[in-house]
DNA sequence: CACGTTTGCGCAATCGATAGCATGAATTTT
DNA sequence: AAAATTCATGCTATCGATTGCGCAAACGTG
């Protein structure tokens, strides 16, 4: 039926905006102008060429729209190692947000290693419209590579160090709530185990945490850890339930809901009780530290808000808009598990009397 | 210092062949080429213009050449959802084998959900050179167009229903095995808690199990769960915990290490013992199954074989090779835990005596 | 009925990189 | 020394979609 010299149909060949010029007898241009509904072209013809493009199948070659509009419509996404159900569940989002908006993620990097520099050029090789980082590592090759092409740069759950904006939770609230809420339960040796120590999120929760500590009187909590992973946390525990029980912390945070669970599943392999013998905090709100059998007390990012910001960020700078980079911190929610003994008289936040 | 007119340098304007060959006094045919490494050219002149782009950092357009050389260099991902580690796992390996063989990924859809048709479009709007489908569901709207349009297919962790080639664990080894395993050791009332009722992994997994199981001379095992997630487990884990002990099962196969995660989460929380009271196993080989508090018995698929056997799969046909659609099938490898009783005289794999 | 204005669409250039063909110079061959 | 090659590079069309400009025909008005 198609015939072969319009350029479509079944041979395989796809269909392009010459090959439907040419099937409805029109110009090129007008074939263009109709599908992106000028009003310039008459309805008539419109919605022929509209017709008759759903009919033969046609899809527009968005490289060749880039090419001369200038957008690729691809967001590149670095995301850090997503064995962390944190960054697991932000990818999730990211895509589905960015569908909302109209783009498409070029994923570029996932993992904790380094990004190779073929890697990194690969954004500007397909001239993503922005990039967005996720990771608390410091990628500052892809930073670099970003500020030099002028390519929009928005971090989340990471602060920005050289150039690009940045939306994180704000970790140092949670450090310092989480702090009054085990001191006002009544703990009185603290620790802390802490995660990758170049990451500012890490840095941050500890600072506050154990700034808070300090001012209220207590011991320096003592800190441990080094590297967010689960293996972290479990060696951290298995380093607190080595303790004598009169000198071991009876309350621990630990910088992400990874080592949280780490710590918790040493401990209690060790036989300690939490949160009898030990209370355990965490941050970062990941789903399986919330459920059984951890039921973590943790501060939850607010990650459909803080990916909301990040790619409103995005889109102005994309648009042009020649704005300084800025730093958004949004707060996190308080999480109640059993985790943690609680304050007297504490009410649950999702269980108001 | 760079001069504007040469459409390249401080402004923000990229540099392009076309202004590399003005500043070196060629034309962009001979910038090309010389890029290239075409030995066409005299060495002394790519030298000359390899050592200028690499001085004002000049990068390909990637879209570009795509307009003209037919591949974009891009494999579209479908993926399911990434809180399961197992996708985790394979989202992350599939990023790095991909880039080993100059791909990139563009991330079309992750999660659980049924894929837009706007988003599947995608696919065809950005010329994919290929696409890999890793999910158990049956996202037939994406193999439909991929079809409809000869885009080459993969799918992996899903045999194939209408197009396309795939490459699987062989669910139904792993779950003869792991019934085997089960049956030896002693246990004589066995349960299997399935994923998904549509996904071909899972039917095949427990399939297999419960054949091997009443070939063995045993009653049929009973069925729970029905979705792959970790609350269908832990729903599953409940209910076994509330049999009474002289009907309620020993031995519990679930067709993924995320239901077996839940399943023990239930049933200890439940005061069982693990394998003591009874025996779990699963089968995938995620990483948080296997390390503690689990430390599951389980069946590991081969990631990374079926990744790159997959890609092999790929790049076959977008090599023009007009092969059939094929299905390759991986054996598992057996990771014993300590989450289930073993035969007498079973020889731990990885500790050959 | 003549002239100006809108309406509707085609022509051709453009985006950036590539590839076929052509061209002039340098080199080899007879 | 004239002819035949080889060599290095330039010219130009091409990929597919978009867009500024131009040009008819249809419309309106005086």
Redesign the interface.
Known sequence: MADKSSGGGET?E?WTVASLARRAGVAASTVSRALRGDPRISAEVRARIAALASEV?Y??????R??VGGR?G?IG?VIG???N?LY??L??KA??LA?ERGW????????AGPI?Q??A??L????VDGCLITSAELPSRVAAICR???VPLVMVNRVAWEHGSAVSCDNRAGGTLLADLLVRAGHRRLAVVRGGLVTSTSRERTEAFAARVEAEGLATPIILGGANT??MG?AAGAQIAAMPADTRPDGVMCASDLLAMGVM??V??HGLRVPEDLSVVGMDGA??AV???YRLTTVAQPLDAMLGRAYDLLEERMRGVNRADELVLLRGELIVGTSARLPAGFVHSQDPA
Chains 1, 2 share one sequence.
């Open positions: 395989g796809r199948g899809t527009p070659n968005v490289l060749a880039s090419l690729s691809l996404l190692p997503v064995e159900p697991a569940a990818l999730q895509v589905t569908a498409r993620l070029l994923l570029v990097h996932a993992g190779e073929a890697t050029e690969s500007l090789q397909y001239r030099a092409d002028g689960h293996a479990y599943d040493a209690r392999e789903a399986p459920r059984a059998p």
